[in-house]
């Protein structure tokens, strides 16, 4: 692993009291604008006086940009780096299905001394001849060597601490990432070759379950069956997009059976066809979307222009690009 110059972590950092001396990890949320208790607790499926119990709140303040715990795991998560239990100063969380960890000692883990702090632009850097990776303070959007990467989740500072996913940050120092899902653990194996920014995907979902496979794999078999590879994981990540976007339900299931003004957004889920054996083909293709592959970028729609009776995409929505028989829509 290549040793990188960093400049001690100094500057501004926010104190979360009431969430320091916890022994389990929990799964976290970061407060949205116009984000009450209640509608927290509606989106988690959580009762509201459970939700302010947790976090020790006492009135329905909430700071947008902060962190509430949702529930906890009844576990610590722990990681494990090429086979060596390794412990950070402050628990892991999960948010969006990934798991966060302190910035600084998974970059010490992995052979980094550290990381430095732009004060001014509330943002941590890490930093090598070929390699900067910027990491604002409250933002979903990170910057490698000038390219802007979108994570699930807004790097974020809990316990004097900057957190953000570890298997981004892993990746992107070229390591192995696995996920246990029965253990909550996470194993890393450092490699020796170095980062190549143009390789960097959309992060995958780190702990994805058989259900989030079992469905999506369906509704791909009955949205592009007769589709290219390309159109099958293209269909993926449509229903990936929408799991990652505030518009849209917060699972991958519930993506593909939510209903909008009564009238269900995929047409395999009203006529049955959902419910088929997927192909070798749909699985593959189901699968690299879970593990980061994206050939859509952001498309949120997708319709066959030689059968769709609706037009609404068409006259609302930007067009990205067409796969075969599918047009692709943001």
Partial sequence: MKKVKIILLTGLFWSFTSLIGYADSYEMHTVRLKDTYWK??????????????????????????SLIRIRPLHRTITIDIDGKRVTPDSNPYLENGRTHVPVRFIAEAL???GISWDNESKTAIIKDDDMILNLPYGSQIVELNGKKIELDAPVNILENRTFLPIRFVAETLNCTVEWNKEKYQIS????????????????????????????????VESEAPDEPYEG???????????????????????????????????????????????????????????????????????????????????????????????????
């Fill in 188 to 219: 890393i194996t450092t490699n020796s070759n170095k980062l190549n920014a143009a390789e960097i995907s959309t992060p995958s979902i780190e702990n994805y379950t058989e259900e989030d496979l079992y469905w999506l794999s369906r509704i």
């Fill in 40 to 65: 927290i607790a509606q989106e988690y499926n959580k009762h509201i006086d459970e939700l302010k119990s947790i976090n020790n709140a006492s009135n329905d303040t909430l700071l947008v940009g």
């Fill in 232 to 330: 099958k994981l293209a269909v993926a990540n449509v229903v990936l997009n929408r799991k990652n976007s505030p518009d849209f339900p917060i699972t991958i299931k519930d993506v593909i059976f939510q209903k909008a003004n009564g009238y269900y957004q995929f047409t395999p889920v009203k006529n049955g066809t959902i419910y088929n054996n997927p192909s070798e083909e749909s699985l593959q293709a189901s699968k690299e979307a879970l593990e980061g592959k994206n050939n859509i970028g952001e498309s949120l729609f997708f319709l066959n222009p030689r059968t769709s009776v609706y037009d609404w995409i068409i006259s609302n929505r930007k067009f990205y690009k067409t796969i075969e028989n599918h047009d692709f829509y943001l």
């Fill in 111 to 113: 052979g980094i001394k």
